[in-house]
Every structure is written in C-alpha cells, then in structure tokens.
C-alpha cells in the first residue's frame, strides 16, 4: 500500500474532523467499525526462548494498552519470530563479523587463497528487523506509533454537573461578583 496508513476514525474524531467531513458522519462510521474480542489467544507451542520471552512481554504489554484482540494473535506471532530470527543473526554477526573468508580453489580443487565476502546474516538480520520494526509499529510499540494512539477520556460532563450541584450555595452578595 503507498502513502500514509490511515487514520483511525477515532483518532480523525478526536483531532475534530480536519477534513470537514462530518462529526456525525465520522461518529457513524466509527460505530459500523468491526469491533475484535478482547484477550490474545495462548502462546503458540512452538515458540521456544526469546520468542516465547516476547510474547508474554509484549501480550502482557497491549493488554495494558487494552490493545489486547484476538486477532492479532498471528500478527503477534509473526512479530516473536521476527524478533527471535533477527536476535539470532545479530548474535551470529557477532560471533563472526559482518565479512567472511570464502575459500577459492583452482579447477583441480585445490586451496589458491581466500576472499572476503559479507556474512549472509547481515541479509537476514536487516530483513528480520525491518519486519520487527513493522509489526511494532502497528501494535504501538515505538514512541512515534504510541503518539498516534488515542486513548480516549472518559466523558465526566455528568460528574462535573452533579459536583456542581452537590456543592454549597453561596450567599447572595458573593454570586454577583462571580
């Protein structure tokens, strides 16, 4: 897909509609919005050390976030493994370098020497990290996805009117200069 991601309705709701598309037209929108079940599905079993780490850090994650659906329980999936391949190469360019000696042998087969050449980790390691750097973006795990999630507030015009109300009176001299 080119161009931006777009814009939750509840976030376009929440900015006041700055495209003049409607308020009400927006609200309806948002209503007719597929609404997933809360909770992630069980850890898959094949899911083995750090990527089994992951995801219960990251479950445990969304679900404060009360991003936690049944849905993205795959995209959560997909993230782990993601994460677990690109930890591994990044362990692997460690061990060995990003350049590695390759053997060149003659046309009988014998060693001539060696050369350099990149580790093919590097290839993976800058794969799998794009695909970490993806997934979390879509979940919200980066400070930039984070400022794009809106939370929103708990409407407390109610409360403000039955505090107001529940208040004292004032005496009568005291209203007018109000």
Not at 4 to 12: A, D, F, T, V, Y
Request: glycine share 6%; charged share 30%.
């Amino acid at each position: 897909m080119r161009g931006r991601k777009p814009k939750p309705l509840r976030i376009q709701i929440a900015e006041g509609d700055t495209r003049k598309r409607g308020v009400n037209k927006l609200k309806e929108l948002a209503e007719l919005e597929p609404q997933a079940e809360r909770g992630l599905p069980p850890c898959p079993d094949y899911l083995m050390g750090r990527a089994r780490d992951a995801w219960f850090f990251w479950s445990e994650e969304l679900a404060e976030m009360k991003l936690d659906h049944r849905p993205d329980g795959q995209a959560l999936e997909c993230l782990c493994s993601a994460y677990a391949l690109a930890s591994q190469a990044a362990e692997d360019l460690a061990l060995h370098g990003m350049l590695i000696e390759e053997p060149v042998l003659n046309k009988a087969g014998e060693l001539v020497g060696t050369r350099r050449k990149q580790n093919p980790a590097v290839q993976i390691a800058n794969a799998a990290w794009r695909n970490v750097r993806g997934f979390c973006s879509d979940f919200g795990f980066s400070p930039a996805a984070r400022t794009r999630i809106a939370l929103e507030k708990p409407d407390t015009t109610e409360q403000d009117f039955m505090k107001l109300l529940s208040s004292p009176r004032l005496p009568r001299e005291n209203r007018a200069k109000i």
